[in-house]
């Protein structure tokens, strides 16, 4: 990868509070901020759309940013994360709080299963497995009874949050999904600088001099797997309960690769480069709506200029400009 | 004469058709330091990939510690305590020099898997990850990023991190390639200060390093033991200075 050309410390900047470099924390608070403030001025279900693709950029840029995984399959623990929430949530009445746990612990059941036959790969063979076997996912969610197949599962009521919280108000909704949002954050940040994340940071550096260490490399990418692939699928499942519907569409190679686009735009391997790629994205999906298939084809365009223009993605380059690591 | 830590017996690897190893019998004996020497290509750094596990031998076994390990896999060879180095040098570039140390005190030592604690956890480790940083002469480098020291000090940093999950014994791929005179000399202070209570096998180019540090020497010449034995038994046997001659290292004829 081109970013380790420059052997600049990565623990260098003494770390202060959950890890976060100063700059970082007047980011997150920044961030926190716009959480509060935001839901007053723009449509609450336009934000959640974003918190919650922020929350899926920021899990899948765990792999690729800090393992350096491409994934092309995390739809699938997306997309299954969903169905099992919105079918918990409208067959069994589960609360909504529990019906998103639920969605993410299949997402990272599902991410042990499929990670285990594909961590052993890396590079491109990595990203083909993932991809294979997402696209098998899919084929099981069309064939499959529970998932209601072309139609999905349709008018999911959002029911009540920790048994006290209804959430059919959208305001009610945000909080919950602002609220996982945070903490989905905080864990991905909390894993970076962990005595687990720092295990990684060296994989990701050199391998065999990790291997002769006596690390085990194989056991540490598959549990990052797995907490990437659990907070997709808490992304998924609360996508469910906001829209009030699961469908195929969450579990297609299109949705592996929006997020994969999503977080080269904001910027892989930063910490805000996932949520300003789900700002960005989200933004031109809701604003281009209108023209219909011109989403795809500036989408596309986006892409084009983000790979050619600014390799690392908006948050990188301005971090690369202010050399700070953001 | 002390036992046997670790052993070959017909180690052979064979690159699609070609034998980089040939049969090779290996034996190291407990607190020795053993060299294996050989021209370029001789198939050195394979047997060590083979004996770390990073290569699966062809044919033949590997007994350490009068355990069978050919099978094993090469992240529990180095639990078992046999621990390399790399001919290119490796590091972890991007962490500072404490942090490459600290990584191997923190795998000897647990908590590796704690994905739910601040690294801060870490900061206990720091007190012996300077000491070893001090023992290889490092002090005041431990903030500097790996990738940015000098190449004595990264083969430094690296002896350091090594000795960091204090193995009984240490497999050194020239450690003194590439090295100005005064860092092969601090390389081979450090490598006699540590070697108490400690095998190593080490390939080595340069022969007055070999001669002052090596209490056995084994020379491979396209993949085969060509000879083995002390330093003087060895750089008399014609044969070894017939290979040597026809190869770059002509040194071991005057010696
Ligand atoms: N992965 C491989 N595939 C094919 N051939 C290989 C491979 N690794 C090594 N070889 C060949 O095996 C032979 C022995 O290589 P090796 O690296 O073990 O030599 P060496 O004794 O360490 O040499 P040097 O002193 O240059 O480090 C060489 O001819 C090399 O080209
Ligand atoms: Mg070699």
């Known amino acids: 990868m081109s970013a380790s050309a420059t052997p600049v410390a990565l623990g260098a900047a003494r770390p202060g509070l959950f890890g976060f470099t100063r700059a970082q924390a007047v980011g997150f608070l920044l961030m926190l901020a716009a959480i509060v403030v935001l839901p007053h001025v723009l449509y609450p279900i336009f934000l959640m759309r974003i918190l919650t693709a922020a929350l899926f950029a920021c899990a899948f840029n765990l792999m690729i940013g800090y393992v350096g995984l491409l994934s092309f399959g995390h739809a699938a623990f997306y997309g299954m994360g969903a169905y099992v929430c919105a079918w918990t949530l409208k067959f069994w009445h589960l609360d909504a709080a529990a019906a998103i746990l639920l969605g993410g612990l299949t997402g990272g059941l599902l991410g042990l299963a499929l990670g285990y036959l594909a961590i052993r790969r890396s590079g491109i063979y990595f990203a083909m497995i993932t991809l294979a076997l997402a696209q098998m996912v899919y084929f099981f969610c069309l064939e499959a009874p529970f998932t209601g197949g072309e139609d999905g599962i349709q008018q999911v009521p959002r029911g009540t949050a920790f048994g006290i919280f209804p959430l059919h108000q959208d305001m009610a909704m945000y909080w919950l999904v602002a609220g996982i949002f945070i903490a989905g954050f905080l864990l991905i940040h909390r894993v970076i600088h962990s005595p687990f994340g720092q295990v990684l940071k060296a994989i990701r550096e050199n391998e065999p001099r990790a291997t002769s260490l006596g690390y085990r490399t194989m056991h540490y990418k598959l549990i990052a797997f797995v907490i990437s692939t659990f907070l997709s699928g808490i992304a998924g499942a609360t996508t469910s309960v906001v829209f009030g519907i699961a469908t195929l569409d969450g579990v297609t190679s299109a949705r592996s690769g929006d997020v994969v686009l999503t977080t080269l735009v904001g910027g892989l391997g930063t910490v805000f480069g996932p949520v300003v790629g789900a700002i960005v994205t989200t933004s031109m999906e809701n604003y281009l709506a209108q023209f219909g298939s011109w989403v795809t084809v500036t989408q596309g365009a986006v892409f084009v200029v983000c790979v050619l223009a600014f390799r690392r993605g908006i948050v990188g380059e301005i971090a690369a400009k202010l050399r700070l690591s953001l | ?255």
């Not at chain 2, 000098?150 to 350091?160: F, N, S, T, V």
């Not at chain 2, 005179?181 to 180019?205: F, K, N, P, Q, Y």
């Not at chain 2, 070999?210 to 002390?230: N, S």
């Open chain 2, 1 to 255: 004469m002390s036992e046997i830590l670790l052993e070959t017996h017909g180690l052979t690897k064979e690159f699609n058709g070609f034998t980089a190893v040939d049969n090779v019998d290996l034996q190291v004996r407990a607190g020795t330091i053993h060299a294996l020497i050989g021209p370029n290509g001789a198939g050195k750094t394979t047997c060590f990939n083979m004996l770390t596990k990073f290569l699966p031998p062809t044919r033949g076994r590997i007994h350490f510690k009068g355990r069978d390990i050919t099978g094993i896999a090469p992240a529990d060879v180095a639990r078992l305590g046999l621990v390399r180095s790399f001919q290119i040098s490796a590091v972890f570039p991007r962490l500072t020099a404490l942090e490459n140390v600290r990584l191997a005190l923190q795998r000897a030592r647990g908590n590796s898997f704690d994905f739910w604690r601040s690294e801060t956890a870490l900061r206990r480790y720091d007190n012996r990850a300077h000491q070893l940083l001090f023992d290889v002469g490092l002090t005041g480098l431990a903030d500097t990023a790996a990738g940015l020291l000098a190449y004595g000090q990264k083969r430094a940093l690296e002896i350091a991190t090594t000795l960091a999950l204090d193995p009984e014994m240490m497999l050194l791929d020239e450690p003194t390639a590439g090295m100005t005179h005064a860092d092969v000399d601090r390389i081979v202070e450090l490598i006699r200060s540590i070697r108490t209570g400690r095998t190593i096998l080490m390939v080595e180019h340069n022969l007055s390093v070999v001669e002052g540090l090596c209490d056995t020497i084994t020379v491979l010449t396209r993949g085969r033991v060509l000879a083995e034995g002390d330093y003087a038994t060895v750089s008399r046997n014609p044969e070894v200075i017939a290979a040597y001659l026809g190869s770059d290292a002509p040194e071991l004829a005057h010696a």
